[in-house]
C-alpha cells in the first residue's frame, strides 16, 4: 500500500502537448478516478504511472520511491484495461496464476534444484488464486478458457489477475466499458467493495462522471491535458472550481445563462431578454466588480422547479421567476426531465413527477437562487 504523487507531470508526442502540468497527490488506500471526456489525457497519464509511458517531464512517486525510470514489473502495481487481456489459450486458473509464475521466474525459482520447494511456491500460487477467485465469485470457472466466459467474467477474471499480485497500487483504465449497463452497475458495486476489503491504492480511469461520482473517494477531473479540480463527489458537486467542472459533473448537465448584472438600489439584477432574477445579497460583494457586465450564471436542473409544485422552503417573488414553453418531457419515473425554451435560452429542469405540463405549455419556473453558480465569461472561473 502506498500514496502516489505526480509532480509537475507533462507528456508530448512531438509538437503536440497531451498532458500539462499535472500535480495531484494520491492518498494511501484511496479509490482516486480520474475523470474526463475522451481524448483529454487519461490513459496517457495512467500509463505513465504504470511505466509503459515515458513522461516527458516531472516526477511520479509510488510510495517513498521515485519511480521515473523504473520499468512497469518492479513499480510493484497492477493493471486492468477495457480489454480484459486475457491469454486466450490459457485457463482462468493460469490466466490468474500467470504474474506470479512469472515473477518466481524472474527470481530464479524455477531453476532450484529442490523440486519441493518449486513446489512450495506452487502451492503458494493456487492459495492465491482460490482465494481471489472466491472474493470474485468465479471458483467454478478455473478450469474454462477465456472464450467460455461472458464479458462480465471476463472482467472478473481479469481483475483477480491483479488481486492475486498484492500490489501497492492498482491501475484501472475503464475497466467496466465492454459491460453492459446492468453489468456495469453491478461491477462498480464490487469494485468498492474489493477495495474496502483490501485497501489498495487504486487510480481508476473512467470517461463517466457517474461512475466516477458513485465510485470515487475523491475524483480528480480532467479537460485538454490540464487537471481542473481534485476533491470529493459533493464538493465537485456543490463547489465546482470553474465552467468545465460545473458542467460535467451532474446529470442532467448544468444550464447556463448568459447574463447582464445591473446594480439597482436593493442589489443586483440578473438580466437577460425577458429573464429578471435577483441577486442574492449574499452575493453583493463579489458581484460589484461585474455590474455592468456580462457573466456566466449556472444553476443544476434539480434547483429550478415548476411553481405549480414548489417545496414549501422555497417561495415565488418577483426576483426567481421565469416563463418558458416546456418542449419536451422525460419521464424518469423518481423525476421528470423538462427541456423548455425561454426566449434565446434552451433549459432543462428535473422536477417532481407530479409536475405533468402538457407539450408546448407555457410554464413558470421558480430558480432557487441561493444555488446559483456564477462564473467569469473569459477565464470561465467560479466568481466569489
Ligand atoms: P483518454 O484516455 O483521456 O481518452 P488518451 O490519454 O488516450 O486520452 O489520449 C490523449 C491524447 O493523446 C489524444 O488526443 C490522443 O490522440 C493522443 N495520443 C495518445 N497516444 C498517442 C501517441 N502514441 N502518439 C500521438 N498522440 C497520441
Ligand atoms: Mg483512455
Redesign the pocket.
Known sequence: MAKVLLENINKS?DE?H?VKDVNLEIHDKEFLVLV??????????LRMIAGLEEISGGTIKIGERVVNDLSPKDRDIAMVFQSYALYPHMTVFDNMAFGLRLKNRRRGLARLVYRNEIKQAEAAIREKVLSAAEMLDIQHLLNRKPKQLSGGQRQRVALGRAIVRQPQVFLMDEPLSNLDAKMRVQTRAEIIKLHRRLGITTIY?T?DQVEAMTMGDRIAV?ND?ILQQCDTPLNLYHHPRNRFVAGFIGSPGMNFLEVHVIANDNGFLFKSDDIELEAPASRAKVLLPYAGKVLLLGIRPQDIYDRAHLPNALQANDGNIIRARCEVTEQMGDATHLFLQAGKHSLVTAVTPQSQPLPEEMMELVFDMKKVHLFDMESGDVIG
Not at 474526463?36 to 497519464?45: A, E, F, L, R
Open positions: 508526442y503536440t497531451i474526463g471526456p475522451s481524448g483529454c489525457g487519461k490513459s496517457t497519464c480511469v470517461h480532467m491535458g
